[in-house]
């Protein structure tokens, strides 16, 4: 109420834009100086708060004994709201459960609120919310509270829906972003690529004939698998990501700064569907920049890589796992990757997102 | 993903509509037949879920003796954003801050899911950040995680926001809608229908001068206040409600239909000030319908009431509190209001709201 608006200024220039661009929902550099200009600063405080941490949920201690919380929220504006495999709906409920469960926490519940747009059909979102309670069930965590507001027809698009949600860290488990360490071996749960392109499929007049569908899926049971193939979860897995918008390139050089460590990747060892990769050369993208919802990248001390690894092969939501890089003494805070013809390139965040609303 | 679609269909027909309208969004009759016959069974469950208890938050119980969890969500599309006396910034950190202290909890941390339209300025996305960061800072309770997504210009109305929160429960504590019972005073903490006047204010081409700005206020303070003013917070106060969307009306039937109670009130007796009066004179509003976000209705044991309401009228948000009404034995699940001529007419709850995206 008191803030002095001719006084408020913007701590340093969002790349010279004045007005919001698409760009700046992209999950790369663009957001990235939204959140670190605009958004810490408005929110910092003296109170005990894990914001600056930065990891995809934040994490707290509660009094008496009780287990560590993590809390997360998440916003879906997917265009279109249904697509092959999946729908707005089951992304909101997989979104937010793995947002949570990277931190090594079991979900316990999900919230969800709805802006409307005047003139959706009930038929509609009464598919979406039937999809979500599908998704919630399936992974056993509930949706317990929500809201909906409805605006005027032109207002929205649809639906757009943010979900958050809690879950609980059992004793032991230290998963974090700054956690990551040189020696530490670096794993992804599966095919890259695969929910980005699934999406740009039906897409922007880009339609074409993939067979690829989205690989939305609730993480916290390999996660909880993964945690349990040590004796000592801490020194089991240190870090966890789900790559979502900015894609694999975007969590490792996330995880990278925030370890304050190097990464090296084998490209060769990145495991990219033929369709992601066709339709990848197609439209000049990288797959490392595409948007997944069903994977994770794992950060685990060599020690406990073996383990970890056939833990996620015996599991449902891991069976392609496979090592892609390991993290390194030197260039810290950057990621290479070796390509095939031994020479290494730099891998960067993208500015923006090559298509924007992928989730 | 395997929902069919030619086999959904909605329990029970939605006043007929068969596309979202407006009134879908107000608070009123359409959105309780939009939550109970869309989105309860679809998210219907056999898991541990509070889901059915349709209070404010809904309530967990933690492992290892931890206090108990309050967990709620509200979504904000308020227009304009600014307005006199507040904005959508500091409406989002407040509303859900009183929607989970309205089940006795303290709030400990909030999350903020933005939608953002292409083309907002960013100077008014850093006001409303900065507005919400202040709020915040203002109520102890920072916003601990967030997630940013951008639409195409068009796609939207400036900027949308939701927000979550959680909070703990005291040892004791025990608010719910269900709680209330004959003979309990009905205590409001202050004069209502002022934050939807001051919205409508500016709005709709009904720009008259009133001099009133919006109420929004933290109100976890005032009710922590109220619970420690008897000796068993359990036997102190037995249900909370702050009086949002739909207004004191809704608030009351809704307690009235979960308490399986009557509640009578005395129109004399409710705080109106006189801008609010004459805007609904004018307007053809009644004050009961109209929106409020820094009050609440309290339901208190009559032994505890005099306590109570001299905590309130000694607490910053509380100083105009007074009693309205009581709940009786009589017509369980409906209000009558006694009027000042001494007969009596049922209140109901608004089938929408006279004007929409006030909140």
Redesign the interface.
């Known amino acids: 109420?008191?803030?002095d608006?001719a006084g408020?200024s913007?701590p340093l220039p969002?790349r010279d834009?004045?007005?919001?661009?698409?760009?700046?929902?992209?999950g790369g550099k663009l957001?990235q100086e939204?959140?670190e200009h605009?958004?810490l600063p408005?929110?910092?405080?003296?109170?005990?708060?894990?914001?600056g941490e930065l990891g995809d949920?934040?994490v707290?201690e509660?009094?008496?004994?009780?287990?560590r919380?993590a809390?997360?929220?998440?916003?879906?504006?997917v265009r279109p709201l249904f697509f092959p495999?999946?729908?707005i709906g089951?992304l909101a409920v997989n979104g937010t459960i793995n947002d949570v469960a990277m931190s090594g926490a079991v979900p316990?519940?999900l919230?969800?609120?709805?802006?409307?747009?005047?003139?959706?059909?009930?038929?509609v979102?009464?598919?979406v919310?039937?999809?979500?309670?599908?998704a919630?069930?399936l992974a056993?965590?509930?949706?317990?509270?929500?809201?909906?507001?409805?605006?005027?027809s032109?207002?929205?698009?649809g639906l757009?829906v943010?979900t958050?949600g809690?879950g609980?860290i059992p004793d032991g488990v230290r998963v974090a972003p700054g956690r990551a360490a040189p020696g530490d071996v670096v794993i992804v749960s599966g095919d890259i690529g695969v929910h980005g392109i699934a999406v740009l499929s039906v897409r922007e007049g880009l339609e074409f004939g993939t067979a690829i569908e989205t690989d939305s899926a609730p993480l916290h049971g390999l996660v909880q698998a993964m945690l349990a193939a040590g004796n000592d979860p801490a020194e089991t897995v240190h870090t966890l990501r789900d790559p979502t918008r900015g894609g694999v390139a975007a969590t490792l050089t996330e995880i990278a700064r925030a370890a304050k460590a190097g990464i090296e990747i084998a490209e060769s060892a990145l495991p990219v569907p033929d369709a992601v990769r066709g339709a990848c050369s197609f439209l000049g993208l990288d797959p490392l920049d595409i948007a997944n919802e069903g994977k994770l990248v794992a950060f685990v001390p060599a020690a406990a890589a073996d383990a970890v690894l056939e833990a996620m092969q015996a599991h449902q939501h891991g069976r392609r796992a496979t090592v892609i890089g390991r993290v390194v003494d030197e260039h810290a805070g950057i990621v290479v990757a070796r390509t095939p013809y031994g020479a290494t390139r730099v891998i960067d965040v993208p500015l923006g997102e090559a298509l924007?609303?992928i989730c």
């Open positions: 109420m008191s803030v608006l408020w913007c969002l834009h004045t007005r919001i661009v698409l760009g700046h929902g992209g957001t939204l959140v605009l958004f408005a929110f910092r405080t003296d109170l005990p708060s894990p914001l949920s934040a707290f509660l009094p008496g004994g009780a287990p919380l809390f997360s929220t998440d916003t879906y504006v495999g999946g729908s089951d316990v519940a919230s969800a609120g709805f802006v409307l747009e005047e003139g959706l059909e009930l038929g979102l009464g598919r919310a039937e999809e979500m309670g599908s919630a069930r056993g965590v509930p949706i317990a509270t929500g809201d909906t507001k409805v605006v005027e032109g207002k929205a698009d757009y943010t958050a809690f609980l924007p609303r």
